[in-house]
C-alpha cells in the first residue's frame, strides 16, 4: 500500500517506520524534506507534503492538531477523495480531532490518537499486542485495519463516524497515564467472552 505519512515527528516518524518495516511504501510529508532525516536506514522515503500526497492510497495525518488547517488548505485538491487517517490531537481545544479543518470529500478515519508513541513503537505487551480502537467508513475498514496490522496493533472497530468515541478514549489514555501517573507505556484492550 502506497501511504504518505505526514508528519515528521515521534509519532508520524514511528507510524512510519513500523509500516516501512511490514512491506508498505512509505513517504514522510516535510516541508523540509532536503533536511529531514526521519527515513534513514528504513525503506521509506522523504517528499514534499504535495508529494507524498500524489501517490498516497492512504494520508496519516501526524501533525500537530492546530496546524492541520494551514495544512488542509494548503492541500486542499491533493486531499479531496483520499483515506485520511487522523493522528492529531487537539489538546487544548473542546473537540480533539482535527475532521472540521479537512476538506469536503475526504474519506474520514480516526486512528493512532488513543496510545503514547511508545506504545505504537513497541506495541506488544504480555500477552499480545494492544489494541487500536478506530472509527471509518465501512467501505474503508478494510484498508484501516491492514494499515493497523502493519504497526502490530490489533484492530478494534467502533463504527463509523466515531471520532467522539475515539476522543474519549484519548482523553481517558490521557486522565490515566499522564494525569495520574500510571506512565505513558499504558494502553487499552477490549476483552470479550
Known sequence: MEIAIIGTGFIGGTLG????????????????????DVATGFSASVATPADALAAADVVILALPGAAVTEF????????RGKLVIDATNNMREPVTNSR?????????ARAFNTLGGE???DPVFGDGPADMFFSAAEADRSVVEAVIDGVGLRPVYVGPDQEQVIDCLF????ALAVTQGRGRRL???LLER
Open 100 to 108: 472540521a479543518s479537512l476538506p469536503p470529500g475526504v474519506r474520514y
Open 171 to 174: 482523553r481517558l489514555w490521557i
Open 187 to 189: 494502553a487499552l484492550r
Open 17 to 36: 517506520r513500523a509500516l516501512a518495516r511490514s512491506g508498505h511504501h512509505v513517504t514522510f510529508g516535510s516541508r523540509h524534506p532536503g533536511d529531514d
Open 119 to 121: 506504545n505504537i513503537a
Open 72 to 79: 488542509a488548505a494548503d492541500n486542499d485538491d491533493e486531499l
